[in-house]
């Protein structure tokens, strides 16, 4: 199922230029999984969100946002994603939720939505506050 996933973000992506933002949300376990099917499978830069506070906002700092070589942010205008998908877990949702927020996504993905049959727990209730298209 990761790489029939995998592969239909792709084809998005390529075939009906739809450059992302994509979100993937899936159990911790499974992180390193999911980037390792993208990289095999597609030329998309997907990106892990995970790890302490600190490697977070590194990672927000760095692989977020094209900026200006002399690093300021890009001109007006909508933000410039350096990613094509973002894996994520389910508990860096909910720490993060104020700045995952401010993107506007096309797709999501959720690995094991079986999480999501309760509509009113607190993780369906987070995801409903994202920006999500499909």
Known sequence: KT???VTTLHHIWKHEQIRGP???LAPLSTLSHWLREFEGWTDMNA??????NESRELIREVEWYFSSPEGA???KGP???KFH???TSYEVIKQDLL???RIPWRYMVVDEA???KNKDSALAADLRTLSVEH
């Not at 990106?47 to 302490?52: L, P």
Request: without cysteine; charged residues 5%.
């Open 85 to 87: 998908a973002l894996i």
């Open 99 to 101: 700045f995952l927020k």
């Open 79 to 81: 933000p410039l994603f």
């Open 3 to 5: 790489v029939q996933s």
């Open 114 to 116: 079986h999480r999501l």
């Open 47 to 52: 990106i892990v969100y995970h790890g302490s």
């Open 22 to 24: 994509f979100l993937v």
């Open 73 to 75: 942010p890009t001109p």
